[in-house]
């Protein structure tokens, strides 16, 4: 037992890195996010967070991540969902939908990438109109359906491919692409700041 130092040493030294790395670190950049308060991410508005409860209602976390890896650790960069993300982007969120899975793509900058609000729509009511080989799920449920020579209503939509076939959005869908047109995380967050107090 005359080697008992070594065990010792070993175990002190492990915790002790640990508790640096795991639990200090990670908490000096809190503090320097929060004095700083300064992020890409500009708060919701009211109807953004309605479409951000939709999101968590019907499980898009199960199948989207929002968080783009370093370049030093993974291939994000060649996807076009923006630069690395920082921990500032993610000041508005209570809770964070970072997200583990990535059966769809991140979709931390999805309102840059896809500024279109039908877009959005079509997709959500069978993303199948746009992108044929998609395996996401139809949530045509946020919408109605409506048979007519004209437009029905002031935000119906065409279904392209479908003679006289138009959707209208349920508030719900209107949040929740409104929240995805928020998701614009691909910004400098000191420019978003600048533009904001102009
Ligand atoms: C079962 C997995 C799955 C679920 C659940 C799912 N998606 Fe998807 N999503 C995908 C896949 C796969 C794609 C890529 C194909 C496509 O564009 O349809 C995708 C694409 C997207 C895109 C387009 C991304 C781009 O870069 O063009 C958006 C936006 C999106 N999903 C939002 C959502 C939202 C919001 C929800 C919840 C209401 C949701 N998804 C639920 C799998 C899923």
């Known amino acids: 037992m005359n080697k008992a130092y070594i065990f010792i040493l070993g175990g002190t030294s492990t915790i002790t890195l640990s508790i640096f790395l795991f639990v200090l670190a990670p908490r000096v950049q809190i503090i320097d996010v929060n004095e700083k308060g300064i992020s890409a991410q500009e708060p919701y508005s009211e109807i953004e967070l309605k479409g951000r409860q939709t999101y968590m209602e019907n499980g898009c976390i199960y199948c989207h991540s929002q968080q783009v890896r370093d370049p030093s650790v993974g291939a994000d960069k060649y996807f076009g969902w923006g630069r690395p993300s920082k921990p500032s982007d993610y000041i508005h969120d209570e809770p964070h939908l970072l997200g583990t899975m990535r059966t769809g793509p991140d979709l ?91």
Not at 123 to 144: A, D, G, T
Not at 191 to 197: C, G, I, P, W
Request: no cysteine.
């Open 108 to 198: 931390s900058n999805i309102g840059s990438r896809q500024p279109s609000k039908d877009w959005h729509h079509l997709h959500f009511y069978n993303p199948r109109i746009l992108v044929k080989w998609s395996i996401m799920p139809r949530f045509s449920f946020l919408y109605e359906e409506i048979s007519s020579n004209e437009s029905p209503a002031e935000n119906a939509i065409r279904v392209p491919g479908e003679e006289s076939q138009w959707i209208i959005p349920s508030q719900e869908a209107e949040a929740l692409v409104a929240y995805m047109l928020s998701l614009r995380r691909d910004r400098d967050p000191e420019a978003v700041q600048k533009e904001s107090k102009q």
